[in-house]
């Protein structure tokens, strides 16, 4: 009892002195860094998810949120996920669909500690807001309600009809949230022009464009499909080993997936990218970049020797979790691992499953996937939607190079792929190169200044998506 009351009044304590700290910062960033403090988690066991997190949160944004809440008209899917309807003057005129979600992945035990402010903590401290959630997603959601609410108090009347949604559980795969606010708007006979989704952000100093900032929309997105490996062998007491060991062989297949990765290729719409931005860069990475046909090999070069840029270029392999053995004195029978694969657009899957069955070359290692989705087609970079988010980047950020490129990650968007075939993956804020490995880790944070900046441009989209 004593650590339970301990605990609640350190949250008070927290939550009263985050207030006193923001009580002087304009309204979206008290409102962020309130919003981080529900831990809306998703685990992979669903059953370890405490859904009243996510009930306090809808009771918070219909608190912080009043006009949306009254003026639209806002539906609950699946129970925890919002799908709201801003009807516009001209039926004529297809919707257009903004998707954030606002769930998010747990903290790993053990590192709690290694956080500089407490995760849910929603601190506000030189000049960032600090925790989970603050790029991956609910800055998304904030900075998209922020400026529908103020877009509200001005009166403001869209031509087109505007869609929202706010999924709960994009982190384990989007199967309720998504796939049913998906499967509610193809019942009502939704076809939309275009949606924008999570994915491409305004990244400061670009390594391939160095000195530069670029708003990056995400054409296409690598599909994701996990193996699992197992390998059966002989048992029996360790002091007698057997010739037939599973974790060997195991371990020998995913060595051979780790040291033989697929072929380096540059396809769309990495290619795409690279011309962009041939225009911005001087002397010879100028040339090699316009002329992609002589120097595509040079590139590929380059690109392989960086971890983030080889993800561009290539299907990537991971193994990502190992099981074998019960006891130090016991060889094992069995043996399982698991290799996490994003594919390159263009690889079909069953080319891929025949390309890994020949790297581990052992019929006797069992190889299962589990099911995966079928990506979105390449989006085109001259369509509406596309011409819609580099109008608003460059209304709110003048001199900002916009750019296509692809999404390395995945997300739940291959659930709309039956309303539209455009597909734009785009997040409205500005952050440092050094800060995206602080997505989905510790000391996850976002600037007070791009949370500023994130409202104008969600504004901004809004009102050009909202006209013909």
């Known amino acids: 009892m004593k650590k339970i009351c301990l605990s609640v009044i350190t949250s008070l304590i927290l939550i009263i002195s985050t207030c006193a700290v923001v009580a002087s910062e304009q309204a979206e960033v008290t409102h962020l860094a309130r919003a981080i403090q529900f831990p809306t988690v998703s685990f992979q066991n669903t059953e370890d998810i405490d859904y009243s997190h996510f009930s306090q949160f809808h009771a918070f944004l219909r608190e912080t949120y009043p006009l949306v809440f009254t003026q639209l008209k806002v539906e609950t899917i699946a129970q925890y996920s919002l799908f709201i309807n801003w009807k516009g003057s001209n039926k ?35 000049g960032f807001i600090w ?38 559980d994009e982190e384990i795969g989007g199967k309720q949230g998504a796939a049913n606010i998906a499967a509610h708007m193809k019942k009502k006979g939704i076809q939309l022009e275009y949606m924008i989704g ?19 929309i995400a054409l296409a997105e690598k599909t994701y499909i996990s193996a699992t490996l197992t390998a059966r062998g002989d048992g029996g007491h360790s002091s007698t080993p057997p ?16 040291e033989n990765p697929f072929e380096a290729k540059l396809v769309a ?21 316009r002329n992609q046909w002589l120097s595509e090999p040079l590139i590929l070069l380059a690109m ?17 979790m190992f099981n074998a053995g019960i006891k130090e004195n016991q060889v094992s029978q069995q043996a399982q691992a698991i290799v996490n694969f994003r594919l390159l657009p263009g690889l079909s899957t069953e080319q891929f499953l025949e390309d890994i069955k020949n790297i581990v070359d052992d019929d006797s290692i069992e190889i299962k996937t589990q ?29 900002v190079v916009v ?66």
């Open 92 to 126: 004529a005129l297809k919707p257009v669909l903004f998707d954030a979600h606002y769930d998010v992945v747990p903290i790993e035990p053990g590192t709690e500690s290694d956080w500089k402010y407490p995760p849910f903590g929603g601190v506000i401290a030189d």
């Open 131 to 168: 925790g989970r959630g603050s790029l991956d997603d609910k800055v998304s959601v904030i900075a998209t309600l922020e400026a529908i609410e103020t877009l509200l108090q001005q009166g403001y009347a869209p031509q087109r009809s505007l869609l929202f949604s706010f999924a709960h």
């Open 198 to 216: 999570e994915g491409g952000f305004v990244l400061e100093d670009n390594p391939l464009l160095p000195g530069k900032t670029t708003a990056m």
């Open 243 to 258: 010739k037939n060991n599973a974790i060997i062989r195991l371990a020998k297949a995913v060595t051979a997936l780790h």
């Open 269 to 289: 719409p990495v290619n795409q990218m690279l011309e962009a931005m041939a225009p911005h860069i001087d002397g010879v990475q100028g040339f090699l970049f």
């Open 304 to 320: 392989s020797k960086d971890r983030t840029a080889n993800a561009l270029v290539r299907t990537t392999t991971a193994v990502t």
């Open 371 to 399: 099911q995966w989705n079928t990506n979105p087609p390449i989006s085109d970079m001259n369509g509406l939607g596309y011409q819609h988010i580099s109008s608003a980047v460059s209304d709110v950020l003048p001199g």
């Open 403 to 468: 750019i296509p490129s692809l999404l390395t990650a995945t997300t739940d968007t291959p659930y709309y792929i039956e309303l539209t075939k455009q597909i734009y993956r785009f997040h409205p804020f500005t952050f440092p190169i050094e800060d995206v490995s602080k997505v989905h880790s510790t000391n996850e944070r976002i600037s007070v200044n791009s949370i500023i900046n994130a409202v104008k441009i969600s504004t901004a989209l809004i009102q050009t998506a909202a006209n013909p």
